[in-house]
C-alpha cells in the first residue's frame, strides 16, 4: 500500500513538469525474469507512453503493480525533467559531481597538498617531548 502524500508529491511533480494524467497511456504487460510464478503469470510490468514528448516507459521494478505504476511514473518524470532542463537537470548533476569526484588532481593541486601534509608533519614534530639523557 503506497501512501497518499506519495502519490500527492509524484502529482505535484509531474504538475509542475506539465505532465498530465489524460496525456499519459498505461498498459500492463506480462512480466519476465526472477520472481517465479508470481511475477510470470500476472500483468504486473507497467508500460506508459506519453504522448506530447513521445517517451515510452517500461518498469517491472516491483511484484506489485501499484508500486510499478508509481515507479513508472517517476522515471517518466526524470526523463522529462533531463530533455526539459538538459545539464541543469538534477541526473545531470549528480553525473557531473561524480566525474569531478573520480577526475585525477592536477599536477600543482597535488604538489600543494603534499607541501601542506609536510607543514603539518614539522608542527606535529614540535609537539613531540625532548628525548633526556642521563
Not at 501512501?3 to 513538469?17: G, H, N
Not at 601534509?117 to 614539522?122: F, I, M, N, Q
Request: aromatic share 4%.
Amino acid at each position: 500500500m503506497i501512501r497518499k502524500q506519495t502519490w500527492e508529491a509524484l502529482a505535484e511533480r509531474m504538475k509542475s513538469l506539465e505532465i498530465f494524467e489524460t496525456d499519459l497511456s498505461e498498459k500492463f504487460i506480462l512480466g519476465s525474469g526472477s520472481g517465479g510464478q508470481k511475477v510470470n503469470k500476472t500483468s504486473s510490468t507497467v508500460q506508459l507512453y506519453h504522448g506530447p514528448t513521445k517517451i515510452t516507459i517500461k518498469c517491472q521494478k516491483e511484484r506489485s503493480r501499484e508500486m510499478n505504476r508509481l515507479w513508472a511514473r517517476r522515471l517518466l518524470c526524470d526523463k522529462v525533467e533531463s530533455e526539459l532542463k538538459g545539464k541543469k537537470s538534477t541526473k545531470a548533476k549528480l553525473v557531473h559531481k561524480i566525474r569531478k569526484q573520480k577526475q585525477k588532481r592536477s599536477k600543482r593541486a597535488k604538489e600543494k597538498m603534499l607541501e601542506d601534509k609536510s607543514r603539518l608533519s614539522e608542527k606535529k614534530k614540535g609537539r613531540l617531548p625532548p628525548n633526556e639523557e642521563g
